[in-house]
């Protein structure tokens, strides 16, 4: 299997405290994470970095210049305890597609719902995901995501730390694969806590994230 998992589009890196997060992502891997944008009505943002090819990473945290929203923020960032790689995200060539597909072998990824964030230049993205409560609660099986006419957040010149490996522990990693296959995403699962790790190439050698 390679490196970077066949139409992964990003990683998710959830924190409750974002600027400490990115600092401490920027002392680790000699790499400094370049600003998103805001979700404006969620109360988050996020910091970036490419993780070769289109696939990146996000950084996301509670944002301090927005007030706090009305239901719980995305990744429920203000329930963790610390910075944690909390799920992953693949671009399926067809999400309505895969949607479907994964529907009719048993496993349904969520409804799909518009999101959108300001990029600090002003550009606005704006892109479809899978989100809902059917989603595996592990994190570990992707959701879906379709950028549409969005410029891709890798198509910004992001700083590059190159994706060596991502890997997951689950207690039945039977029923994960399981899982895996229904969306049509690939993912090396051995049996432990639930758990989502990666290892990144940096000009400090490689640094593990879980």
Same mark, same amino acid.
């Given at each position: 299997?390679? @490196? +970077? ?8 890196? @959830? ?5 400490? =997060? ?10 400094? %994470? ?9 109360? !988050? ?8 090819? $289109?696939?990146?990473?996000?950084? +996301? ?28 995200? +693949? ?11 994964? &529907?009719? &072998?048993?496993?349904?990824?969520? %409804? ?5 964030? #300001? &990029?600090?230049?002003? !550009?606005?993205?704006?892109? #479809?995901? !899978?989100?809902?409560? =059917? ?23 992001? %700083? ?6 991502? $890997? ?7 029923? +994960? ?34």
């Amino acid at each position: 299997m390679n @490196a +970077i998992p066949a139409h992964l589009d990003h990683l998710v890196l @959830a924190t409750p405290e974002l600027a400490a =997060t990115v600092a401490d992502f920027a002392r680790r891997t000699g790499v400094t %994470p370049a600003p998103g944008g805001a979700h404006v009505g969620f109360g !988050t943002r996020n910091h970036l970095v490419s993780l070769g090819g $289109s696939s990146y990473l996000e950084i +996301i945290g509670p944002d301090p210049e927005q007030s706090g929203p009305e239901g719980p923020r995305p990744f429920d960032v203000d329930e963790l305890a610390s910075a944690r790689t909390v799920t992953w995200a +693949i671009s399926p060539p067809d999400l309505d597609a895969a949607v479907a597909a994964a &529907r009719a &072998r048993g496993y349904d990824p969520g %409804p799909v719902r518009p999101m959108s964030r #300001r &990029r600090p230049d002003g !550009t606005l993205l704006e892109w #479809r995901l !899978t989100d809902g409560d =059917t989603a595996h609660p592990s994190g570990l099986v992707p959701f879906l995501i379709d950028w549409g006419s969005s410029a891709h957040p890798t198509a910004t010149g992001l %700083p590059v730390t190159p994706l060596l490996r991502l $890997s997951a522990t689950a207690p039945d990693p039977d029923e +994960i694969r399981r899982l895996l296959s229904a969306v049509g995403a690939e993912l090396v699962v051995t049996e432990g806590p639930v758990a989502l790790s990666f290892t990144v190439d940096t000009p400090r050698g490689p640094v593990t994230f879980g």
